[in-house]
């Protein structure tokens, strides 16, 4: 696990010297910078060692000189490809490098070895004999990757913030991207490929990448979608939840390698206990696990399932009690480490920190909801169900009758701001960006599922997941230099469950039911029965009352003008109501305010409250 950084063309050496400093946090055990003088080629990493701490050092080459590899992630069918490669005559200069795997797995196989790869995943390769950089994502998106191009220079990195020590990578308003702006306030993230940036994007999950050096030809390539269901009549429910169980405590086995201590999350929900129990019918002697609680908001809490879970396995069990206002104390932190504006979920950023020093890699149960369900999203799509009711109702309060006609379910999927809002909101720069709505029914109509439960899981897949979830857990997780795993995306087990009919991989009647009837001999009936739960932040007192200085600055007509994203005066006026109290307005409060922040550090990284988190690696 590390962070990775190149360049290729004419450049610096001062770049990709600040480039790797900034990804410090990212792998604060090794550094390693190799360069090409004659081919303008420049790679470097930082290095959290995890798996052959001895011999993974990187750049690494070929015994050859010839291809040169970064590498951030795990392979975690390594073993198999280097006992395939070594029967094909390879010869490894490590011991059981999974790095190595994948620069000798290009040697044999070329851009197809990312067919043969499982795990989590983001590298580069220097091919110096065909002239070009190869690069690819891993299939979920838990590995990040960022490019950027001007004329015939590439330069690429895990992180936003590498990318600013580039000079025409700028700091300045005009360097945003107001078309990513309206989909954030829309979503509360930025969807790939976009970022925040207009110069630099996001390689897809599941993508690859080719680079001519001598053409500065920049072409993509998407590897990996996500499977169909057969067209072969379903297994019997009994030979299905039998054939997920294998795999899922498969996917739990491999995703455990190690060479340091492995941690486990265990928050009160069936996903996290899943991964505890099948770690412990592995056979691992001592489980260490985190849960998070908060002692001034007792009804969202889950400790008290978590202890459960800990008791039956008798793990080593430690419980970290935070208040909500804690939360506010980091935010700035937390803003500092995620690159680009979010306003979702926070909490678990508590977690890795408390495991910091204790161990390096966290197992997480992220994964679980897209492949078993998502809490019953897709009900909202299908019109006579009184969910797809409300949010039809919804959708022309919001969007419109003629956004809602052209653009059909986009403009039914999740969405906290509405195209008329955004519109009143916005300020226009040479006419209004794309509406989130249509870029949603795109990806719509790129999933051609009949059935929506399979839609909205493939739209998903390729923005949510990666972009929301995996995006806040890689950045969270890294800021504390941990190596955050997601069993539940095993490439295999994604494979088998989506091979399956919606009826049987998604019960109707019941939460996650295939889930449930997998994880019978894992999970403790207690947890079968509590209602799902998930710490609420209590967003409409701190805009009200903690923020509300903040935000009057922030979200001001003065800030407003001299920043020119924003309509000064509807924003103004929207805000002073919702600190009045004569209009709830919460969300949209805090995901303009959430960018404030994140703009607030973008322009002026100095700003004391958008620093690095006290205590992790600088």
């Known amino acids: 696990m590390c962070g990775i950084v190149g360049i290729a063309g004419p450049q610096q050496d ?47 080459t070929d015994a050859g000189g010839r291809t040169v590899l970064v590498f951030n992630g795990e392979i975690f069918n390594a073993p198999e490809l280097r006992r395939d490669l070594e029967k094909s005559g390879t010869e490894f200069q490590t011991h059981h490098s999974d790095t190595e795997v994948v620069l000798q797995g290009y040697r044999r196989w ?34 990040p990757l960022y490019i950027t191009q001007r004329g015939t220079l590439l330069a690429f990195a895990s992180e936003l913030k590498s990318l600013l020590a580039l000079p025409w990578v700028g700091r300045a308003g005009e360097a945003v991207d107001l078309e990513s702006v309206s989909h954030y306030l829309s979503l509360q993230f930025i969807p790939s490929p976009r970022t925040i940036l207009r110069d630099v994007r996001k390689l897809p999950a599941g ?39 294998r795999r899922l405590s498969a996917a739990i086995s491999a995703w455990l390698m190690s060479d340091v201590p492995v941690g ?18 592995l056979g691992v002697d001592k489980i260490r696990t985190w849960t998070l609680g908060f002692d001034d908001s007792p009804a969202d809490d889950e400790r008290q399932l978590a202890r459960v879970v800990a008791r039956r396995w008798n793990t080593e069990h430690t419980e970290v009690v935070i208040s909500a206002g804690s939360l506010l104390d980091d935010l700035g932190a937390m803003v500092h480490q995620l690159d680009e504006p979010y306003g979702g979920g926070l909490p678990s950023w508590y977690i890795y920190k408390a495991m910091s020093g204790a161990v390096k890699v966290a197992m997480t149960g992220t994964g679980g909801d897209e492949l078993f369900g998502n809490y019953d999203k897709w009900k909202a799509h299908i019109p006579w169900r009184p969910a797809g009711i409300r949010r039809i109702f919804r959708a022309v309060k919001e969007q419109g009758v003629a956004n809602l006609a052209r653009h059909g379910h986009g403009a039914l999927y999740h969405g906290y701001a509405g195209e008329r809002t955004k519109r009143s909101l916005l300020l226009a720069r040479g006419g209004w960006p794309a ?7 795109s990806h719509w109509r790129d999933a051609a599922r009949s059935d929506p439960r399979d839609s909205v899981a493939a739209v998903d897949f390729r923005l949510q997941l990666p972009d929301e979830f995996l995006h806040m857990t890689d950045r969270f997780s890294m800021a504390w230099s941990i190596e955050a795993r997601t069993p539940f995306l095993d490439r295999s087990l994604i494979e088998y469950v989506f091979s399956l ?6 019960d109707d009647g019941t939460y996650k039911g295939l889930l449930r009837a997998v994880a019978e001999p894992w999970v403790p009936r207690e947890l079968f029965g509590a209602p799902k739960r998930g710490f609420i932040l209590p967003l409409r007192q701190w805009t009200r009352g903690r923020l509300r200085t903040q935000i009057l600055d922030l979200l001001g007509t003065r800030h407003l003008r001299r920043q020119g994203i924003f309509n000064p005066e509807n924003v103004s006026e929207a805000v002073q109501a ?36 006290k205590g992790a690696q600088a």
């Open 14 to 60: 001062a770049w990709l010297l600040a480039m790797n400093g900034h990804q410090a946090h990212r792998g604060p055990d090794d550094s390693g910078i190799w360069r090409d003088r004659d081919r303008s080629v420049c790679l470097a990493m930082r290095r959290l060692s995890i798996v052959d701490v001895a011999e993974g050092q990187q750049p690494m």
């Open 110 to 143: 070329g851009e197809r070895v990312v067919d043969r790869l499982d795990g989590m995943f983001a590298f580069v390769v220097y091919d110096r004999d065909r002239g070009l950089l190869f690069g690819a994502r891993d299939p979920s998106g838990i590995k």
């Open 207 to 245: 993508y690859s990448f080719e680079f001519g050096l001598s053409t500065g030809t920049l072409v993509q390539h998407r590897y990996w979608s996500l499977p169909r269901a057969s067209v072969q009549p379903p297994p019997p429910r009994e030979a299905a939840v039998e054939e997920v169980r």
């Open 264 to 281: 486990c999350s265990l928050s009160g929900g069936i996903d996290s206990a899943t991964i505890v129990g099948a770690m412990r019918s």
């Open 435 to 441: 509406s989130t709505a249509a870029m949603l029914a």
């Open 501 to 506: 009919p919606a009826s049987v991989r998604i």
């Open 578 to 613: 919702h600190l009045d109290g004569l209009r709830d307005a919460t969300q949209l409060v805090w995901t303009m305010f959430m960018f404030q922040l994140w703009w607030s550090g973008f322009t002026n990284p100095t700003t004391e409250y958008l620093q690095p988190p």
